[in-house]
């Protein structure tokens, strides 16, 4: 067990928004996790979305699929997106998934965005 679920949202102010998620992320928290991720997107003055996920001990594939979903709404705003200090079996996880390619930032095309 790696303790209940926890994330938080620090918005440094200069347009980089981390969301710092501890414990599991599994199908019982997917859910709000997509939504966090979501509300940090639309929020006015992004410009990059990091999820630092140094504190997790575990994801699932519904967690994943959160991470995409986050992507992609940063991507088609024209955001960067990028998941950091992935180590252990969330790293792995995320490679075995098919997800590797979320542990680099990404940046839309110019022309697309908010």
């Known amino acids: 067990m790696n303790g209940p679920f926890?994330?938080?949202?620090h918005d440094s102010g200069?347009?980089?928004v981390r969301i710092v998620l501890?414990?599991?992320?599994d199908a019982d928290v997917s859910n709000a996790l997509t939504m966090m991720l979501l509300n940090a997107v639309e929020q006015g003055g992004v410009s990059v979305l990091l999820i630092d996920l140094e504190r997790l001990?575990?994801?699932t594939a519904a967690g994943i699929r959160s991470l995409l979903e986050g992507r992609q709404a940063a991507l088609s705003r024209g955001l960067a997106y990028g998941v950091v200090n992935a180590d252990g079996l969330v790293?792995?996880?995320?490679i075995a998934g098919g997800a590797s390619g979320l542990l680099s930032p990404h940046l839309a095309p110019t022309?697309?965005?908010a």
């Not at 790293?91 to 995320?94: G, I, V």
């Open 6 to 9: 926890t994330m938080s949202k």
């Open 57 to 59: 001990g575990l994801i």
């Open 91 to 94: 790293r792995a996880t995320l």
């Open 22 to 25: 501890g414990g599991e992320v």
């Open 14 to 16: 200069d347009g980089i």
């Open 111 to 113: 022309g697309h965005g």
